[in-house]
Structure formats: C-alpha cells, structure tokens
C-alpha cells in the first residue's frame, strides 16, 4: 500500500470512498467472496487512494497458546494470520472490484493445531484430521469482479476466483465480527463455510436492492495438505445462494450445494449441502454487538445425513469485547477405520466463552490481549477416548489493522 493517500480517520472515511463490489450499497455490506453481512457490521483496516484506485488492506496475526484437555487432548503454541487487500476501480457503467488474501498458516505445519471434535481434511495424503484444525492455504483468495447496473434497482454481477469462494453458506468465520472475534475454528466450519477456499469458481448473479441471488460453477475438492501451492481446477460442482437484507441490521441467506468429491481420501463420496443463517448487528455508542445463528446439513453420498448448529455473539464496549459460541455437530469421522465404533455418528456439543481488551491504537495498528475457556458435552460412548469432561482454553495476543 505504500504511496497510498490515507484519509484522516481511515476507519469511518474509507466506508464513503468505496461502495459495494456489487451493487449501489455500502460497501460495509460486503463480506468474504460474493456473501453479504448486515450493513451495520463493522469494517476495519486501512482505506484510501492508488492512483486511480480506491483501496483498503486489513488483517491480522494471532499468536495462541493452546491447550485441549481431555485424553485426546494436546498443546501447542502458534500463530494465526490474514491479510486482505481490495482494489476498485470503475469501468464503462460498470465498477471493477479485486481482491487478494494471504495468510502464513502453513509455519504452523500441515497439521494444524489441537481442537477438539474437529474434522475435515488432511495433513499428509494418507491419514484424517481428527481432533485439529488444518492450516489455511498461503493464497486463499485471488479473484476480480464486474458489476453494471441493468435497471434503477437491479445490478448484475460476475465474479471469478482462483482460489475464491462460491456463493454457499453463511460469511465464513474469519470474515464475521463474532467469529474472528473467537481464534477457535467453529467445528461445524465444514457444514457451513468450508468452501472458502476454493481453486477455480465463477458466479453470477443479480443484486435487487436488499435481495440478492446468484449461482456459481466451481471445484468441489477442498485444498490438499500442500498449503504452499495451488490445486486444479475441476469446474465439477455448483451451488445457488438467496440472500435478504431487510434493514440495515440483518442479513439473511439460505443456499444449496452439490459439490462433487469434496474430500480428498474418500473420492467417491458426494455432498449435497443446504445452509441457512443469520446475521443481526447493531451500533452502541460505544461499540458493536453482533450474533449470528446457522444451521448446515451434509448429505454424504453414499453416506450419512448429518446436522450441525452454531450460534455465536460478540459485545465490544469501548476497549472490553465478550464472545461466545454454542455449536452442536452430527460427527461420524472422530474414530479411525478399524475403531468397533467407527463411522457411528456421534452427536456432540462444545461451548466457549471468551474476553479480550483492545490496547490503543498505534500507528493504525491494535493490539487484542484475551483468552477463552470450552466446555463439551459428549455422548458416553466416547468417554474412553475424550474422557468424561475435558475442558480446553486459549490464550492469544492479536495485532491488527484499525
């Protein structure tokens, strides 16, 4: 960003220099990919000028001491990060929008870090991840889009990534308030917002004032264990996203996915994915409060049918923020191939509660001092592998753009 004309308060004045990526509205509505959140959610990070082009860079770096308890539980220290950067630019009638994200995820190792009850992916090609979560590829996104007005009221909109994000499910997690609030990876993440990585997607849609629908063409295999690199693009899935901003404190959207293959060790297995959630915002004198509810449900195939619930808040008050997050999960990967038990779906519950103080900014930069303390409830056939309580806890020092 060097070179760039910053705008006196560039947490306030940015949001009048830029507008939505696809359509009329304020650019506070936009979110991750082509996914809408309440007008009224917060938006930090660096806004201003490059030449022609208005820009904004935001992001952050967590470091996390991490503790699972429990006999499946382990302890790591580490560091998270993300870092976004938009350009935008008009073109003819219409208006040109790019975006870049990055993160440093793959030093912490294609392991990941311990979390209990999570699932999904892989860290060397041959064995699940179970019990932690899996780094974040290096480019997570990469994409452009074309919106032009069609109507007084009607925008029409293309996007296209590599990687980028299909219009399925609710914001993803590192992009909501309450959920980058929280330096947990939900365990529902691969019922609602997996497909936020994703190497080769294209959307089109329409933005009708508050309502917003739009389908997408993309690659149903999620990221492989070579976080440095890139994936092919497959093209072999698609997905359709309806979208409702009733008031400038809500947002609304259910969505419906057929993603062809999406795990790469079990190749023959298909998804069809249905979400639905909820956003509500609202501005304090003195700070924000946002919650957000959502459900997914996975239709392996072959395979199960399997639910997962979350509900998550944030309350920020001047320089104090508390946060938390109930989810409930249908699991059927938490046992090994060989296990009496494997493949028997376990319906499981985690709860969080965390706080953190924000530090005064310096030189656009803030620094968050907190920690968060889970709590699960499990059915008795897996007290011999988690035991009959575990308790987990974080302790994290964020810096960030504001």
Known sequence: MAGMDMP??????????????????????????????????????LHGQLGGWKAMLHGYATAIHDD?????????????????????????????????????????????????????ETADGKMPLIDRQHPHNFLSELSITYSRPLG????????????????????????????????ETPIDHHWLDSTHITFGVITGGLALGPV?????DFTGREPDQHRWGFNRARFDSWSTRLTVNPTTNWSMQISYGS????????????QHRITASATYD???????????????????QPGNRLNAFLAESALSLGANTIFGRAENA????????????????????????????????????????????????????????????????????????K
């Open 259 to 270: 993603i062809h293959s999406p795990e790469q060790l079990m190749p023959d297995v298909n």
């Open 68 to 120: 699972q308890g429990g006999l499946r539980g382990d302890h790591k220290t580490f560091v998270q990060s993300h870092v976004m950067a938009m350009a935008q630019h008009p073109v003819d009638a219409g208006m040109v929008t790019l975006h870049g994200a990055l993160s440093l995820d793959p030093l912490m190792g294609q392991a990941g870090y311990p979390l209990l009850l999570q699932t999904g």
């Open 152 to 183: 007084s009221h009607v925008t029409g909109f293309v996007y296209a990534g590599y990687p980028g994000e299909p219009a399925l499910g609710p914001v993803t997690y590192l992009h909501r308030f309450a959920g980058m609030a929280n330096p």
């Open 8 to 45: 006196a308060d560039p947490s306030h004045a940015g949001h009048a220099m830029m507008q939505g990526a696809l359509g009329a509205y304020a650019m506070t509505r936009d979110a991750s990919g082509t996914a809408w959140q309440p007008d009224a959610a917060p938006h930090q990070g």
């Open 282 to 300: 609202r501005a304090l004198s003195n700070g924000i409060w946002e919650t957000s509810v959502a459900w997914g449900q996975n239709r392996n």
């Open 212 to 216: 917003k629908l739009e389908v997408s």
């Open 330 to 401: 249908d699991k059927d990967e938490l046992l090994l191939p060989g296990s009496p038990l494997s493949e028997q779906v376990f319906n499981v519950s985690k709860f969080s509660i965390g706080y953190f103080r924000t530090l005064p900014t310096v030189a656009h930069l803030a620094l968050d001092l907190g920690g968060l303390i889970s709590t699960y409830a499990l059915p008795l056939a897996l007290d011999a592998s988690y035991g009959s309580q575990p308790t987990s806890f974080m302790l994290f020092a964020r810096v960030k753009f």
